[in-house]
């Protein structure tokens, strides 16, 4: 059964693409060139997904995620830049987008792409224990509330799934093929930096919470992936 899909690109011919390309997977798919009107129809018509490009006139497409999110809408966000640095990947994450893509691209890699969004969200998996401690880190599932140390830590959607999946067993090292399969059913190298620029923003944040090390430390295990770590056992390793 084919999605309700929002396309925000103010290239009128770039937007044609992308919808004869996901009509042609299925999917019903409205167009619109603008940020506000981007707002106006998410709110109306209030789409499986939103394909959204930063560079929008009236509103930008980062300013359109940003509300989004602040009025607690979830609908996934694919974002569309033509900016591949370090910080403006970090924004737009932080911001609550759940992927992107760097423009040239495919649209083949933009169908598949959204193809694997719409599965995480439309087809959960089997929720994990309700609630997850490590060290002085607390993860509540059921109420997507996060504290570390007693402060509590906002993060995005895509995020807390990382995080959860590192806090079901802590101290195990997660290949990032692994952590792509659980959060993001697309095992490509693009999604594998995207794991990258999440893992890097969640640091920060923990770090925020509990700048003195308390808590807990997601480390980079070099060549295999990641894992969580209770910052209190680190120096017995």
Not at 72 to 81: D, K, R, Y
Not at 87 to 100: E, I, S
Not at 115 to 120: E, G, S, T, V
Not at 151 to 169: C, D, M, N, Q, Y
Request: aromatic share 4%.
């Amino acid at each position: 059964m084919g999605a309700r899909i929002l396309v925000a690109e103010d290239d009128e011919m770039q937007a044609r693409l992308i919808r004869v390309y996901l009509e042609r997977d299925g999917h019903s798919v409205q167009c619109v060139h603008d940020g506000r009107t981007t707002l106006e129809r998410a709110r109306a018509w209030w789409p499986d997904l939103i394909v959204l490009d930063v560079m929008m006139p009236e509103v930008s497409g980062l300013d359109v995620c940003r509300i989004l999110r602040a009025e607690a809408s979830p609908i996934p966000v694919l974002m569309l830049t033509a900016q591949s640095t370090e910080t403006d990947l970090l924004l737009g994450l932080d911001l609550g987008a759940d992927d992107y893509l760097t423009k040239p691209y495919s649209p083949r890699e933009l169908t598949a792409r959204v193809r694997a969004l719409l599965r995480r969200t439309q087809q959960p998996a089997p929720a994990p224990p309700a609630v997850l401690r490590v060290g002085g880190l607390v993860i509540d599932t059921a109420r997507f509330e996060i504290t570390l140390t007693g402060r509590p830590v906002a993060l995005t959607a895509k995020e807390f799934a990382i995080l959860a999946v590192l806090a079901a067993e802590p101290g195990r090292a997660f290949t990032r093929p692994e952590i792509i399969d659980k959060v993001f059913d697309l095992g490509r190298e693009t999604v594998s930096r995207t794991i990258d620029v999440h893992v890097m923003n969640l640091r920060r944040k923990l770090h925020q919470a509990a700048p003195a090390g308390a808590g807990c430390v997601v480390e980079t295990v070099y060549g295999r992936g990641y894992r969580l770590t209770p910052a209190d056992s680190r120096g017995e390793r």
